[in-house]
């Protein structure tokens, strides 16, 4: 007998088959089992198996509980803390090894679930009553495994002891976002930070150090919590929102954490601070210690309106994500959605919470209560946002659980569709939809009323006579009164483009909304474009860009609504035809424009890498598709915002190259990063000598050429070299165990598929590691020992030459200084001058015959590889480095050729007069090749431009020094 909805019948028909199938595998003759139930209970277990993909196939796996909680009628009752260990001590009961209790938690994690989706579909469970129960779950699981796992390493190390008070040490745990706030959704991941008092030393017998002991007990917890088994997981563990993120220490102490947030806490992490809990009790003096330490820097002590800016901040780059990801039918992160619920309510408690105590609360509902009756907000207000928050939740638990995936999206398939409709009670899901998009009008005028700028407006009516120039209705008349009050040179070409593009086919098979977003938007655009001196080739350059974002009219609106986002897109086209081309290419660059004071203000290194962080924040740590993209978006939007800088003439040549290479080396510093932990999460971590796990990569990336000497243009490749120093011999810690230099080779692979594979913005970089030792015959990582004999024995005269700008761009300390070590030996080895004059002019030569312009009538010249180039300025200064630095060995303290020839002159190997030559020479052909990538033009130029930039002169005077340095003999 079928009691469903009609819309679930044909699902229910699908799953049923499968059900018992699997039923019959695990033991449960389900025919006999269901046929013996209630009618109620039938119906109730027949819905919430249609409803619920997981709950089908979980209940067969854990039938003989799940079955006496239905006919008991215990299924219905509310799950608590009590409830869970409860069911924890007998699932572990004789679990010895971690394996034993990585099991444990699997099967208490998928009752639990099947009880909690149970009561969530049949509305037998409030909102907060699910949120809660979810969040206690990740509470004992927590701590059962801290009580668990400690044992283990204190039999081995002994435990730690606090090197000031002599007591006994123990794991804090921090719960982050809604875990803290007892908020966790159906498929929550959980953000921890994990934390100890004090630092000391274990008692032994193998004694390591607090911050030792700790890191192991933190990495087997995440491993008991995340690690992916034939039972499945407990919780996705997000370790990113500890201090200085996945750079940072996995545990800190008390002290260590205090100067963090005091000297370096930025306006996100006080906001993710609002529900920090330390789950591990806060009844105990340690924690109520911690929590001293974090409500200062999360409640400031006077009423802080700054709030609301770095809120409105945080929410236009989720806005900016809503675009570039296409999240408008998001529940929690799309407009109307939760977190603006979640901005509404922590914008009052980081603003006044300081000042009112009560407001230190973490749950978001008692909150919005306190803000009804203290008056902050009209009631009215308070409960409307109520229900929309009540209603998002229900549906994200809705979609959650059709498969326990983390997914706030709503579906597209209709079957899905209708199971969501039934579990929100609604007749179907155009009656769903239309209550949704009633709660998520009223979350956004609420949120505009509260968080956005006052002075927001509309944008004025376009002065008619350009929406008359998009039409092609300017008559004879019209058009001679519109050219005196706007001249424009070759205005006929100009109205011709203009009325071709509007006639396309693009254009004229829009949308109706999106033809109404165009139109809006011509006008002004058209204003734009004329006020520029080079009105045609301005317009040719943004009629691709709008060709690019026809179908995607989000990016119509953003410039209409938008007009100082729409003046700096157009003068960015107007004066570099690169610049257009790069948005067109990646139109979501458009988000870079919004704000003119930040396009024009570079970052420095720290900001960057926090913008890194919270981008990747925001994106599953196992996503490695979203993290590829996110970092390539990074990358784009601060290549524009370096382009934007010099063709609008605000910055210097080498400020934009040091931001361009500060930009390559955030980069590639998360690359490591991620690579590393991604390949942990494989194979475990590799091991030392004494065959425990090296939580920290010993691996290093050398940059060389561009990247090394800090002058790195827009499309400049990486050249890199890996290396290693792994202990030789030994292995990883995971089951897919491999040797240490295996480990190493795989991560360099990866980083390099990372960098390297094209998505839907193109790749990260281009890496080039032909520079390594033996080239492309050599392995992609080297071993520290291999790229010291490499270099001691087999380098070529030009490999030397190379290593002069090669320079650490991230990686281990100690490794570092060990490279350098290396570097600075053969660097300052002595050679053989007259052999090394003819080395370095043979590979010159050798470059001009394969790359130059090939020219012998003196009507071209190469700017790069030609005689009197900038190549021969880098091979003398090379030449020089190499000649003389076992005299001066501080000609190897710097890698870039400005530098490097202030210290030839500054020992005494150059004169003052050819140094400033060369320098004034080196910068003017550097800047002229950055202005013809940006103009699309080649470095080969012809005798009148030569003539007409002064390069002749330049020239003569780089050909001049090069004898005088390398062809003595013929000077």
């Not at 968080?451 to 376009?462: I, L, P, R, S, Y």
Request: charged letters at 25%; proline letters at 4%.
């Amino acid at each position: 007998m079928n009691m469903l909805p009609n819309a679930l019948l044909s699902h229910w028909q699908a799953t049923e088959p499968q059900l018992v199938s699997l039923a019959e595998r695990m033991g449960l003759q389900w025919q006999e089992f269901f046929t013996g139930l209630t009618p109620e209970h039938q119906t109730a277990l027949q819905t919430v198996l249609t409803l619920s993909d997981f709950v089908a196939d979980a209940f067969p796996r854990d039938h003989e509980h799940l079955c006496n909680a239905i006919t008991g009628g215990s299924i219905d009752a509310q799950i608590n803390s009590e409830k869970l260990n409860e069911w924890l001590d007998t699932l572990a009961r004789g679990a010895e090894s971690e394996d034993d209790w990585h099991a444990a938690l699997r099967k208490l994690r998928r009752r639990a679930m099947v009880h909690i989706i149970w009561r969530d579909a049949l509305k037998k469970a409030s909102t907060l009553e699910t949120t809660r129960a979810l969040s206690q779950l990740a509470d004992v699981c927590v701590i059962r495994s801290i009580q668990f796992l400690s044992p283990l390493l204190e039999s081995r190390h002994g435990q730690p002891v606090g090197k000031e008070s002599g007591e006994q040490q123990h794991l804090l745990v921090i719960g982050m976002g809604k875990l803290g706030g007892w908020e966790l959704n159906l498929s929550s991941d959980i953000d921890l930070i994990f934390a100890y008092p004090e630092s000391g030393n274990t008692t032994g017998p193998k004694v390591i150090s607090n911050q030792e002991f700790f890191i192991k007990l933190g990495q087997k917890l995440i491993q008991a919590l995340d690690k992916q088994t034939v039972d499945g997981f407990v919780f996705r563990t997000d370790m990113r929102l500890r201090p200085y993120g996945q750079s940072g220490p996995l545990v800190m102490n008390f002290a260590s954490i205090d100067e963090y947030y005091q000297s370096q806490g930025r306006d996100w992490e006080r906001y993710a601070m609002v529900k920090a809990r330390v789950m591990t009790g806060e009844d105990s003096p340690e924690a109520q210690e911690l929590l001293d330490i974090l409500r200062p820097f999360t409640y400031r002590v006077y009423v802080d309106f700054s709030a609301f800016e770095s809120l409105r901040s945080m929410k236009a780059m989720i806005n900016a994500e809503v675009r570039r990801r296409g999240l408008n039918n998001n529940v929690k992160l799309g407009p109307g959605g939760i977190r603006e619920v979640e901005f509404i309510v922590q914008a009052f408690q980081l603003i006044r919470g300081g000042q009112e105590k009560h407001l230190q609360i973490r749950e978001l509902v008692d909150v919005l209560d306190i803000l009804a009756a203290e008056g902050y907000l009209p009631s009215g207000a308070t409960e409307e946002l109520k229900s929309a928050y009540f209603f998002l939740r229900d549906t994200e638990h809705a979609i959650q659980s059709l498969r326990d995936e983390q997914t706030q999206e709503l579906p597209t398939d209709p079957t899905d569709q209708a199971r969501i409709a039934v579990s929100m009670q609604c007749d179907d899901w155009e009656a769903f939809i239309t209550l949704l998009n009633q709660h998520r009008s009223i979350v956004s005028h609420h949120f505009a009323q509260i968080v956005a700028h006052d002075d927001e407006q509309d944008n004025k009516e376009a002065d008619h006579v350009w929406l008359d120039l998009w039409h092609g209705e300017l008559n004879e008349e019209a058009a001679r009164d519109f050219l005196e009050q706007h001249p424009c040179a070759g205005e006929s070409a100009v109205r011709q483009r203009i009325d071709t593009f509007r006639e396309s086919r693009p254009v004229t098979n829009m949308q109706q909304i999106g033809r109404e977003r165009l139109e809006a938007l011509m006008p002004s655009l058209l204003e734009q474009v004329w006020a520029q001196d080079n009105t045609e080739e301005t317009l040719e350059r943004v009629i691709p860009l709008l060709e690019a974002v026809l179908r995607r009219t989000a990016y119509l609106v953003l410039l209409s609504e938008n007009p100082q986002a729409l003046e700096q897109l157009i003068k960015l086209c107007s004066a570099s035809s690169w610049v257009a081309e790069y948005i067109t290419r990646t139109p979501l660059l458009l988000d870079e424009l919004l704000v003119p004071e930040t396009l024009y203000r570079l970052p420095d290194q720290s900001e960057l890498q926090e913008e890194l962080h919270l981008r990747l924040l925001r994106i599953e740590a196992d996503d490695l598709e979203q993290q590829m993209e996110q970092m390539r978006q990074f990358v784009r939007a601060h290549k524009l915002r370096a382009a934007a800088c010099e063709v609008m003439n605000r910055l210097p040549l080498m400020k934009i190259s040091d931001y361009l290479t500060r930009l390559a080396e955030t980069t590639m510093t998360m690359v490591q990063n991620l690579a590393f932990e991604q390949m942990v999460a494989k194979y475990g971590y590799p091991t030392d000598a004494n065959k425990e796990p090296v939580y920290t990569p010993e691996f290093l990336i050398v940059g060389y050429g561009k990247v090394g000497g800090l002058e790195l243009s827009y499309s400049s490749d990486l050249d890199l070299v890996f290396i290693h120093h792994g202990h030789p011999g030994g292995y990883t810690t995971g089951e897919r165990s491999l040797d240490n230099g295996v480990f190493y080779t795989r991560m360099g692979q990866r980083m390099v598929h990372f960098c390297s594979t094209q998505t839907r913005s193109g790749d990260l970089y281009e890496v080039d590691l032909r520079l390594r030792p033996s080239g492309n015959s050599g392995m992609i990582v080297a071993s520290l020992k291999a790229f010291k004999e490499y270099q001691q024995n087999h380098a070529w005269t030009w490999e030397h030459q190379a290593l002069v700008r090669a320079r650490v761009i991230c990686g281990s300390s100690e490794l570092s200084a060990s490279f350098n070590d290396i570097r600075q030996e053969i660097l300052t080895s002595q050679r053989d001058i007259p052999e090394l004059r003819e080395e370095v002019r043979a590979m010159r030569q050798k470059m001009r015959d394969n790359l130059g312009s090939k020219d012998t009538n003196g009507q071209q010249f190469h700017l790069k590889q030609d005689e009197g180039g900038i190549v021969d300025i880098e091979f003398l200064v090379q030449y020089g480095v190499l000649a003389w630095s076992h005299q001066h060995p501080e000609l190897t303290q710097v890698t870039d050729n400005m530098r490097l020839l202030d210290a030839l002159t500054k020992a005494g190997l150059m004169a003052p007069k050819d140094c400033q030559t060369l320098q004034e020479t080196y910068l003017s052909y550097r800047a002229e090749t950055h202005r013809r990538a940006l103009q699309k033009q080649s470095l080969l130029l012809e005798s009148d431009s030569v003539s007409a930039l002064g390069f002749d002169a330049r020239r003569n005077d780089v050909t001049r020094l090069w004898k005088l340095w390398l062809e003595p003999e013929q000077s």
